[in-house]
């Protein structure tokens, strides 16, 4: 249904009514934020897009470069769209997501991917409020979570949820930057609420802190320099430069998020899919890196990790091993030198290199060995 026409029954309730009763139900289905966006955006939107997309930004995203035109405005992807309702739900975390930094024979991973894929969770919610809003009103209209071309975040600040920040993540005065967002398109005419303006004002926390500076300029980001893109979206080995400043950081990177001021207002998250599993809090990177498919795949199902699979995985627990300085961890290492993943014997190569070169040096067999030319790029790197 997600994405797909809903239709329901004859309208019932008078429209000055309506926009209250559609609000009242989505707070009751766990939506701690449901306000109104106009259905068309800005034309500043579609200029920043079109040099987004320019400039290669997007690296491997080749999707956000399709059919840009249904991106940009509402009405290229759904011309009947009339109003659009914007709802949000928090997942801010108990502690700080950042303190888990310096332990590096552990993990850190993304805070919103510690428990349940949110897509999951807000797509039952919407359906159900789908449902509810088609037959009270007799209205066609479309649900989203993520899930097609829809400028989510310039939409949010339309409807007064929050403001795009100067990391172009939504910051929200009542949640900070703890926020998940999903729409449902609709062919009713809904009063719209007031956008909220930016409250960012001289505060730079989020671009400095970035350990990759992957933003240019404020209020713009260049994908293939944030790690969230690199340990999620790239397929292929991670370049060089970024790997040291990847730290532990296995699965996304929250620097950004944490550091700016107005979470000082953030409400911790009491939905239990989004309570952190005690598992993927500070996981030891011996463990993870021990993974097979099989083992992959069972202590990430129903997880958005899963998605990327169990090579991609382990090359950014490999990163990670490498950056540990934990001499131990290089048996660890040199046990995936002979796995079937070319991806994760370089990174292999990489981690050992790191924490053991000179016991890399020995191992002459493995690297004569190598069929894979990255492979035997990362052998020559690392052994200088």
């Not at 980001?221 to 292929?236: M, N, Q, V, W």
């Not at 046990?335 to 002459?364: E, K, Q």
Request: a neutral charge; glycine letters at 8%.
């Amino acid at each position: 249904m997600c994405g797909s026409p809903i239709r329901g029954c004859s309208p019932t309730v008078a429209a000055a009514d309506l926009k209250r009763l559609i609000v009242d139900k989505a707070r009751a289905l766990g939506f701690e934020v449901a306000r109104v966006a106009p259905g068309g955006l800005a034309e500043r939107y579609r200029l920043a897009f079109d040099a987004f997309l320019a400039d290669g930004r997007q690296g491997d995203m080749d999707w956000l470069a399709r059919t840009p035109e249904r991106r940009i405005q509402p009405k290229g992807l759904w011309p009947e769209v009339k109003s659009i309702l914007m709802l949000a739900a928090n997942y801010g975390p108990a502690i700080d997501p950042m303190a888990r930094l310096d332990r590096k024979d552990r993990a850190t991973i993304s805070v919103y991917a510690q428990n349940r894929d949110y897509h999951d969770v807000l797509k039952k919610r919407l359906k159900e409020l789908g449902r509810f809003i088609a037959q009270t009103t007799g209205t066609e209209l479309k649900v989203f979570v993520d899930t097609a071309p829809v400028m989510e975040k310039p939409l949010a600040q339309a409807a007064g949820i929050g403001w795009q920040g100067k990391h172009t993540n939504l910051v929200s005065r009542d949640y900070g930057s703890w926020l998940f967002l999903a729409e449902i398109f609709t062919t009713l005419d809904l009063d719209p609420d007031e956008p909220e303006s930016d409250h960012c004002g001289g505060c730079r926390r989020c671009l400095d802190i970035c350990p990759t500076a992957a933003f240019p300029t404020p209020y713009t980001l260049d994908a293939r320099r944030c790690l969230s893109y690199l340990t999620i979206e790239h397929k292929g080995p991670i370049p060089s430069e970024f790997r040291r400043p990847m730290g532990n950081r296995i699965y996304g990177c929250d620097d950004c998020l944490a550091v700016c001021p107005w979470n000082k207002f953030a409400q911790v998250s009491v939905e239990p899919a989004f309570l952190p599993r005690a598992e993927l809090t500070a996981p030891r990177l011996a463990d993870l890196a021990g993974l097979d498919d099989a083992g992959f795949r069972e202590i990430f199902a129903g997880s958005p990790i899963k998605r990327i699979g169990r090579d991609r995985f382990v090359r950014n627990v490999l990163i990670a091993i490498g950056n540990s300085a934990e001499a131990g961890l290089s048996t660890v290492a040199e046990l995936l030198l002979s796995d079937p993943s070319a991806l994760v014997r370089g990174m292999a190569v990489w981690a050992l290199g790191r924490l053991a070169p000179l016991h890399l040096a020995t191992l002459t067999t493995a690297r004569a060995l190598e069929p894979d030319p990255d492979v035997r790029r990362e052998w020559q790197e690392a052994l200088g």
